[in-house]
């Protein structure tokens, strides 16, 4: 845990018992229960697994033993989820929102201890054609509801926003017509973001929102730079790595990290890939625009994507500044451009980048049930990730700045 310092605590933990004493030579077990690093990936597959089939068959419904294989394998590494909530499939005909599958879905995983986190609130692709021919005040008018509505609605399961999505590229985008595109030209970037943020602010102010985008240019630093400078209050700022056309490297990775750190505010990597198939090739421009009839993961493929998960979160984990990892993808099935993103096979089996990052979250990064005796103050010394823990089964927390806890067990 050398390089893992910014992670990592030590506690001296009172073992009491009914009476209030301590428990002296008690043997307890601690394990740890949950990372306080947010570990995660989209959850989109839950909400026809869990919700049933939507409008369209979007997001459409499987076996119920699909749903326990693939739950099994998401939650075996992850903590917080991603759900869809872009507007042309949330609300494709106005005024009948897709809230009930989406409730439901979110409700799922909150039961089973995942932080739910909504994806976005804002965003001018993957819009209803309902809004298109609307005066642009019109536009606005519906757009703040909208984002009212989701915030206040899904309050207290869902805490967690990309309250905008890629607003650098949001005035001049021109892949297909969309109301937001003309709504951000005639408005600015600052005023859509302020927009995106002060009306979830208002609808939530317990939410945690994020400013994310895939531009990882000096344009998107100007944006951060002039939102910050306008007094627009971010919690985080969201970096997309969908890496088609191969891992960048580590000394790429912590440059980029450092540029956007300075800014004093958590970073969460809302959006990586790495491929098990044959990489995107290099002249491609939008990933987009690479679409074929198969893309295969590959045996040769496989290794290199397990080893490059094992440096990517590595090197992640290991930056102070980074506060939460989103994974794009648990399986190929569906994966976004069919590509081979995934830690299982279109089949349902796993990958060896799978077994790869478990070996890191619930392996190396991990306080596995161990016995621990209590000495004559009736403490025991835990070392270990910041986190939830449990001392025979009575839960305590490892935090940051943390030296001390107490756990009471029955006679």
Not at 353 to 367: F, Q, T
Request: proline residues 6%.
């Amino acid at each position: 845990m050398a390089d893992m310092q910014h992670r990592t605590g030590e506690i001296t933990l009172t073992v009491l018992g009914p009476d209030r004493r301590p428990l002296t030579d008690r043997v307890v077990t601690v394990a740890q229960q949950r990372h306080d690093f947010a570990f995660g990936n989209i959850g989109f597959d839950f909400v026809g697994l869990v919700g049933g089939e939507g409008p369209n068959g979007v997001f459409g419904g499987d076996s119920r033993a699909k749903l326990d294989d693939l739950a099994d394998a998401w939650l075996g590494l992850f903590n917080t989820a991603t759900l869809p909530f872009y507007w042309g499939g949330y609300e494709p005909e106005r005024g009948k929102p897709d809230e009930g599958r989406l409730k439901a879905t979110a409700k799922w995983l909150a039961e089973k201890g995942v932080t739910v986190k909504g994806h976005p609130l804002l965003w001018h692709t993957v819009q209803p054609d309902w809004l298109l021919g609307l005066e642009l005040d019109e536009v606005e008018r519906l757009t703040r509801e909208r984002i009212r509505d989701l915030v206040t609605g899904f309050a207290g399961t869902i805490d967690l926003w990309d309250a905008i999505n890629e607003a650098v590229i949001m005035p001049v985008f021109a892949n297909g017509d969309n109301a937001i595109t003309p709504l951000a030209w005639d408005r600015g970037r600052i005023a859509m973001v302020r927009m995106a943020f002060e009306e979830a602010r208002e609808a939530n102010p317990a939410a945690t929102l994020v400013l994310n985008d895939f531009d990882l240019s000096s344009a998107y630093e100007c944006l951060i730079e002039g939102v910050l400078e306008a007094g627009i209050q971010i919690d985080a700022i969201g970096l997309q790595t969908h890496m088609h056309q191969g891992y960048r490297g580590e000394e790429y990775m912590a440059k980029m990290l450092d540029r956007f750190a300075r800014y004093g505010l958590p970073l969460h990597m809302t959006e990586t890939t790495l491929l098990s198939g044959h990489l995107m090739p290099p002249e491609i421009q939008d990933l987009n625009d690479y679409q074929i009839p198969s893309w295969p993961s590959t045996p040769e493929g496989e290794e290199r994507q397990a080893s490059e998960i094992v440096r990517h979160y590595r090197s992640l984990v290991g930056h102070p500044a980074v506060q939460s990892i989103n994974y794009w993808g648990i399986t190929d099935d569906g994966a976004w451009l069919g590509a081979p993103v995934g830690f299982l096979r279109a089949d349902g089996s796993r990958k060896p980048s799978y077994a790869a990052l478990a070996d890191l979250i619930k392996g190396e990064w991990w306080l596995p049930p161990t016995p621990m005796r209590t000495g004559p103050a009736g403490t025991v010394t835990v070392r270990g990730f910041f986190g939830d823990y449990a001392a025979d089964g009575e839960a305590f927390t490892l935090r940051r700045g943390q030296t001390e806890a107490t756990v009471m067990l029955p006679g």
